[in-house]
């Protein structure tokens, strides 16, 4: 199977600390997929087939993908990618954060990644389930809440629960005491 490789490079906001630290600005968006559709006229591609998308030192990973964007490339515009869409077993990997949902929204004027359905947080050896993850990449927080739209089941790590009551839970690391 061949894979399709393109590149976006577009101008973001400031870099950010915590779950952004690493998140550059001016980093391109380099996607990745078995296959593409461009839909030139509707200002979006369709990626599907193990799509990887990374800037700077963040991975977002899905089975399908389609990205917004500004300028139409036939006319020979620099197109600006504003959205990606993700679903199927959506995972976003950060230098020392790993988050996994059914889908995923990334706005990329905001700098704000939304995951919804079975969403799971691990970091550090703690693990935090819920409904819905709010990222914001330019201040670092992230919120978590047990509120998603649809989604069914799971994509919690191995080992962990997810509340489906629409509740938060977690498991986190204790230090070890001398």
């Not at 199977?1 to 998140?23: D, E, H, K, N, V």
């Amino acid at each position: 199977m061949r894979r399709t490789t393109i590149l976006l490079t577009l101008s973001l906001a400031c870099a950010a600390p915590a779950f952004a630290q690493g998140r550059n600005s001016q980093a391109p968006i380099n996607l990745n997929a078995d296959h593409i559709e461009l839909q030139d006229k509707a200002n979006r591609a369709l990626f599907s087939g193990n799509v990887v998308v990374k800037q700077a030192e963040m991975t977002l990973n899905a089975q399908r993908m389609t990205v917004s964007y500004a300028g139409q490339i036939s006319t020979g515009a620099s197109p600006e990618a504003q959205r990606i869409d993700a679903s199927g077993g959506v995972t976003v990997t950060r230098p020392t954060q790993t988050a996994r949902s059914n889908f995923a929204v990334y706005d990329l004027k905001k700098g704000v990644i939304t995951m919804l359905g079975g969403v799971t947080l691990i970091q550090a050896g703690n693990t935090v389930n819920g409904g819905r993850l709010t990222i914001n990449l330019d201040t670092g927080r992230a919120i978590i809440d047990g509120s998603s739209v649809g989604g069914g089941g799971s994509a919690s790590a191995p080992g962990t629960t997810t509340s489906s009551n629409g509740r938060v839970s977690g498991t986190f690391s204790v230090p070890k005491r001398n």
